[in-house]
């Protein structure tokens, strides 16, 4: 391989990482926050308040989704980097080609990956359990 088309690698490979560091920071925040309100909201009983929780939730996993997405855009863009020749190399960084796009990399596919879904759905399910204690059970 020529030094232009490393480098170009090696640039995919850094915005992959950062795209995952993002995502990995996103559900530690996420974590942080319905926890952080759990104690807030823990002397105060309106089951209103305590339905406010689900908004942390939502909004990181939609910006989760968002980076996972990405993420497996640049997965694309290198693969794709990888089999051009040597002279076609020209340092692009657009993951957004036609070319690129499937259906692993739509925001729903992100959005509903296993991923996902293993981390969010059980902590929406902590917060729903949580509630129905609190307010006395069912």
Request: proline share 3%.
């Amino acid at each position: 391989m020529n030094e232009k088309k490393i480098k170009t690698i090696d640039l995919i490979q850094n915005i992959i990482s950062r795209m995952a560091a993002n995502s990995f920071m996103l559900k530690g925040w996420a974590v942080s926050l319905v926890v952080a309100f759990f104690a807030f909201a823990t002397g105060n009983t309106k089951k209103e308040l305590f339905l406010v929780a689900y908004v942390p939730i939502v909004a990181f996993w939609g910006l989760d989704a968002y980076y996972l997405r990405k993420e497996r855009q640049y997965r694309q863009l290198y693969e794709w980097t990888c089999r051009q020749p040597e002279d076609r190399i020209d340092f692009d960084l657009n993951c957004s080609r036609p070319g690129l796009q499937n259906a692993s990399t739509s925001f729903w596919s992100a959005a509903l990956s296993a991923t996902e879904l293993w981390f969010y759905l059980p902590l929406a399910a902590f917060i729903t359990f949580i509630i129905i204690i609190l307010q006395g059970g069912c």
